[in-house]
Structures are given as C-alpha cells and as structure tokens.
C-alpha cells in the first residue's frame, strides 16, 4: 500500500513536470506562444502543481523509507526553516524522501532562538527516522543554516543544499551527481545567475545578473549558485573563512548566496550547470509571503549592498 501511495505521487509529479517543461517551451517562443498558446499547459500545470500538494499533505510518515540505502557516494541534504514558514516543511521533506538517489541523510537545521522541541510542527516530529532529523543549533545565521552545519560537520560527504518552501523532483540529487561526475571538482547547481558587469567595468546591480537553468553543461567563475533549485558541494571544498560567523552577520547577513559565493571566487571554485532540461520544482502554497528575496530586492536594494560589501572584504573586482 505504501508503494502504491508513492507510485501515485511520483506520477502526479511526471505530469506536472510533463508541463511545465511544455510552458518553458512556449514562453521561449515568445509571442502567441507565450500568451495565447500556453494556455492550456499553464492550466494543466497549475492543476498537478495542487494535485501533488493535496496528495502529498495526506501520506504518513509510514509510507516512507526509514533506513538508509548504501550508495558509494555519501550524500547529505541539508536545509533550514523558520516560525513562519515551519508549518509547510514537512511537505518539502516528504518530496526528498522519496529521491531514488540513496541519500545518507536529511537534516533540517533550526536555531534554538526561535524553536524548541515542543514548538515544532508533530507533523515534521513523525517524520524524524534513521534518514531524516531535526537539529537545534545555538544562535541565528538565518539562511546560512542551510548550508554552514552541514559542510562544516560533514566535510567528508556531498552536500546538496535546497530551500525550505518547494516539493523537490525525486531526481534532484541524480541530476547533481551526474554533473558532478562531469564537474568533480566544482560547486554544481540546477539554477544559476551570470554575474553581469557594467560599462565601467564594475559589478552591475543584481536585478541584471540573469537567471537561467542552462540545458547544456558548462562551468564558470561568473556562475552564481542560486539556492531554491538545489546546490551541490563536494567534499572538503570550503576553507574556514566561509564559516566566520561574525563576518557572515557584518558583510552578509541574508545572503547565503552571495556570501558562497564570495568564497568561492576567493578560492577559484567555478560553478557548474546545466545537462539536464530543469524544470522548477512545485513551490510549496502559502510559502511565498515570507520569501527572504522580498527583503533582498527591496528597495533598499539588500543584495547590491551585501555584494558589495563581500567584494570589499575579498578584493573581488
């Protein structure tokens, strides 16, 4: 019965993907394609999109593996929430769970500041198995927990990095691990920006970097990571510097994008994209009236500043 469970939500999840591959397809034709066209693909889309969310709302912690598979590479996921997003998590831990890639573990990461144990979600508590747990940590580096724990405890293993407010492809980490084995040696990531320079020569806004999911396989020192699409980090990449908690809070409080990044520029790592037709993952309902970008593109214009800060403290530019 549990496999049934997760068959029907695997295919309700090929269905989505089926279109919104199909939407892309449309929107880069431009024109009618894109307005009129699309249409009833952007409809079928929206359909499986909740379909997915409502089925997967009503599967158990029972209908899920609970031990670990034995893979040759150790892979670990890692994310990070927050009180107002917490009561939605479970529907992302529930979509990595089910990877056909074995994962050595998931570990959702929460500061002890604003969680305790009898504060989190039961929904998330059941949820807690050999391959999925909950860690409190002391103090609040924001999205920084997303990644800074995990590489820093498991330096040995491949990290994969996700956010907390999307229902994730059960082939995310098969489609990491295949570009890494093109790209060992790199950051790789389904979602990326270019950074972009101005006639100046210097670093242009943000707003202009372009964010793309490239369909071909490339690396570039001018590849931005960008987080909601799933970032992989191969063993022992980072040096101490991108641990340096009171450097994350003065140059790069809510940016753990950039504040990578600055750190891999300062070490020469490339980032790599691309290879496969990347489709993005179901955000999660409700979740986007506490997105951290709302802060970052406001009109204090948080990430030109925190860039700019990190260039500064690197000698980038």
């Known amino acids: 019965m549990a496999n049934n469970k997760i068959n029907k939500l695997q295919n309700l999840l090929r269905r989505y993907e089926r279109f919104a591959r199909t939407v892309q397809f449309f929107r880069r034709k431009g024109g009618i394609y894109r307005h009129f066209l699309s249409i009833p693909s952007r409809l079928l889309k929206h359909y499986y999109s909740a379909s997915f969310q409502n089925r997967i709302k009503k599967i158990e912690a029972a209908d899920f593996p609970k031990k670990r598979r034995v893979a040759d590479?150790?892979?670990i996921i890692s994310l990070t929430s927050f009180p107002a997003r917490i009561n939605w998590v479970s529907n992302t831990i529930k979509s990595?769970?089910?990877q056909k890639y074995p994962i050595e573990k998931i570990i959702l990461w929460l500061s002890s500041e604003e969680f305790t144990i009898d504060t989190i979600p039961q929904s998330l508590k059941e949820l807690e198995c050999e391959l999925?747990?909950?860690r409190l940590v002391k103090g609040n580096i924001k999205s920084h927990k997303k990644y800074y724990y995990a590489l820093k405890e498991f330096s040995d293993c491949y990290v994969i990095t996700v956010d907390d407010d999307h229902c994730y492809s059960d082939v995310l980490v098969n489609n990491l691990m295949r570009l890494n084995e093109q790209y060992p040696n790199d950051v790789c990531a389904n979602v990326i920006r270019i950074i972009r320079t101005a006639?100046?020569?210097k670093f242009a806004p943000y707003k202009e970097w372009t964010k793309i999911a490239p369909d071909k396989p490339k690396e570039s020192n001018l590849f931005v990571?960008?987080?909601?699409?799933?970032?992989?980090y191969p063993p022992h990449i980072m040096d101490n510097m991108l641990f340096d908690e009171e450097k994350i809070e003065e140059i790069c409080p809510f940016a753990d994008d950039l504040w990578l990044k600055g750190n891999e520029m300062n070490m020469g790592i490339?980032?790599?994209s691309g290879g496969t037709h990347f489709v993005h993952p179901i955000t999660i309902s409700g979740t986007q009236a506490f997105a951290l970008q709302r802060i970052n593109m406001s009109k204090s214009m948080k990430n030109d500043e925190q860039w700019e800060n990190i260039c500064k403290f690197f000698g980038i530019g």
């Open 73 to 75: 590479k150790r892979v």
């Open 225 to 232: 990571a960008i987080g909601y699409g799933g970032v992989l």
């Open 96 to 98: 990595l769970l089910i």
């Open 132 to 134: 999925f747990e909950i």
């Open 199 to 201: 006639e100046n020569n």
């Open 270 to 272: 490339k980032i790599a």
